[in-house]
């Protein structure tokens, strides 16, 4: 029989949270007053990562020949439990097709097959005291190019969990993750991508150059 643990993967939908990092929120404020908005939300802005873009830790994620660079949204996920509180929490790279569009992010730049990396392994949330005291540091090749501090969020993990669930019902097995900070850093094909974070396993992707 295998000893090997197999990486975590999520069993219900992903969800990911736009403009929850202070710095993020107040960079895009101007354009929050504009229309069609003309306001800033009041709910969380949320999106949804297809299972088609979920990619297990230490798999190749694939590059579109016509993208030049991808732009790497590290973050920590809250996987729900099955009162409906966190079971746990998991790092993840939410890639995207660099875009302008924040308010309606749109599915072809952030749905391509396999741009949302995962895992490995779920952290207990009962290990967890406070999910503010989470610092990410993102490595593209080994040189560190990004440092998150979740104390800096507009809605801490609890609070936004709340906000979400007054207007929709997340599952058993959802996940939703807690935002991604600004000045994300961009990768091209033959990068190697590590995201890591203290007390949880670290998550690694390399970017592939899709096959002509």
């Not at 229309?35 to 297990?56: D, G, I, M, Q, R």
């Not at 729900?80 to 966190?86: K, L, N, R």
């Not at 097959?113 to 779920?122: Q, S």
């Not at 959802?174 to 990068?191: I, N």
Request: proline letters at 9%; aromatic letters at 8%; a negative charge.
């Amino acid at each position: 029989m295998s000893s090997i643990t197999p990486h975590f993967l999520p069993t219900g939908t992903v969800y990911g949270t736009l403009l929850n990092f202070r710095a993020e929120a107040e960079a895009l404020a101007p354009q929050m007053t504009q229309p069609p908005y003309k306001a800033p939300p009041k709910a969380p802005v949320l999106y949804v990562k297809t299972a088609n873009t979920w990619s297990p830790h230490g798999s190749a994620i694939t590059v579109p020949a016509a993208v030049p660079e991808v732009e790497v949204g590290a973050s920590i996920g809250m996987v729900i439990g099955a009162e409906g509180d966190v079971e746990g929490f998991v790092l993840m790279n939410d890639l995207s097709i660099p875009h302008a569009s924040f308010f309606r992010p749109p599915v072809k730049f952030k749905c391509v097959d396999g741009f949302l990396g995962i895992g490995p392994v779920l952290r207990d949330a009962q290990e967890v005291a406070d999910p503010a005291s989470f610092r990410v540091e993102v490595r593209i090749n080994g040189e560190l190019r990004q440092s998150l501090d979740f104390s800096q969020l507009v809605r801490p993990a609890r609070q936004l969990l709340a906000d979400v669930g007054d207007f929709m019902t997340l599952a058993h097995g959802d996940v939703l993750m807690l935002g991604c900070g600004p000045g994300r850093p961009l990768a091209r094909a033959g990068d190697r991508i590590d995201i890591s974070a203290p007390g949880f396993e670290a998550l690694s992707n390399t970017l592939a150059k899709e096959a002509a």
